[in-house]
């Protein structure tokens, strides 16, 4: 996480009702996600780590932290997750879920990927999580995914797939992502910046990855901050009629979230 402030621990606390334990990886950031992320692991199964490199090698940070989740128990699922995702599993809690899929012989689980985005139907809630009940109408091209770990599992960019050196069986429909990926515009000016920061401390990475932070980053540069907002957060990610969107309108769609001290 960095700079997660408004949702790190609505997410934290959904996952610790989820799984068994969590690892969180904290990057430099300075808007007051540490001291949440600490004060969490006081009361959850939760530890947090410092992550101090500015460059985005998102694949082998989270290769690490799968190899670190799973202490050498080749028995153990990992489930990679960042911090504006919700994930879930119609059938029910998703550790339960992927034991027994495991069992049946899969080593590794498909979640489809939901984009909620803003509306002016939004609820009046300070938790993005509650307020954005709209999300688009079809999966994201690429989804997610949980697997079981084994000795040089190596997670993809973007967590969307695993090289495994045993591949094993591959679930589908077990598990679901909810994805907030622009909850303010607020939040959009510090994560472009972020992003853009971080591949620019990663020169290895081919410039086609993260294109639309780099992208984004450059209009903000080169135009400022006003027509980032009328002519990206405006026009594609904030909506005033979610249901005349076009091709596919918006669904109302709340996130099946809950914070962990609430029942179900």
């Known amino acids: 996480m960095r700079d997660e402030a408004d949702v790190a621990a609505a997410t934290v606390r959904h996952m610790a009702g989820e799984v068994d334990r969590l690892v969180v990886a904290d ?20 530890t947090v780590l410092d992550d101090l490199d500015p460059a985005y090698d998102q694949a082998a940070k989270m290769s690490a932290l799968a190899e670190k989740a799973a202490d ?18 119609p059938l029910g809690r998703i550790g339960d879920v992927l034991a027994h899929a495991g069992e049946l012989g899969a ?23 509650r307020a954005m009940v709209y999300r688009w109408g079809e999966p994201a091209q690429l989804p997610k995914m949980a697997f079981r770990w084994q000795p040089g599992a190596r997670i993809a960019q973007g967590n969307h797939n695993v090289d495994l050196i045993s591949p094993g069986g591959a679930a589908t429909g077990l598990l679901h992502v909810r994805h907030f990926p622009w909850r303010s515009f607020e939040q959009m000016v510090r994560k472009v910046t972020n992003g853009d920061e971080a591949y620019q401390a990663a020169p290895e990475l081919p410039e086609d ?11 903000l540069r080169d135009y400022g901050s006003d027509v980032l907002r009328t002519e990206v957060y405006e026009k594609f990610f904030h909506f005033l009629s979610p249901i005349t969107v076009r091709p596919v309108p ?9 914070r962990r001290w609430e029942q179900p």
Do not use: K, Q
């Open 27 to 46: 990057n430099r950031s300075i808007d007051g996600t540490r001291d949440i992320l600490r004060a969490l692991a006081d009361e959850l199964p939760l």
């Open 72 to 89: 050498g128990d080749a028995s153990v699922w990992v489930v990679p997750f960042d911090a504006d995702e919700v994930w879930y599993s």
């Open 107 to 129: 080593c590794r689980a498909y979640a489809a990927l939901w984009d909620h985005y803003r509306t002016a139907f939004d609820i009046d809630d300070p938790d993005p999580f």
């Open 209 to 219: 990855m993260g294109a639309h932070w780099r992208g984004y980053a450059r209009i």
């Open 250 to 258: 918006m669904a109302f769609d709340p996130a099946p979230y809950r």
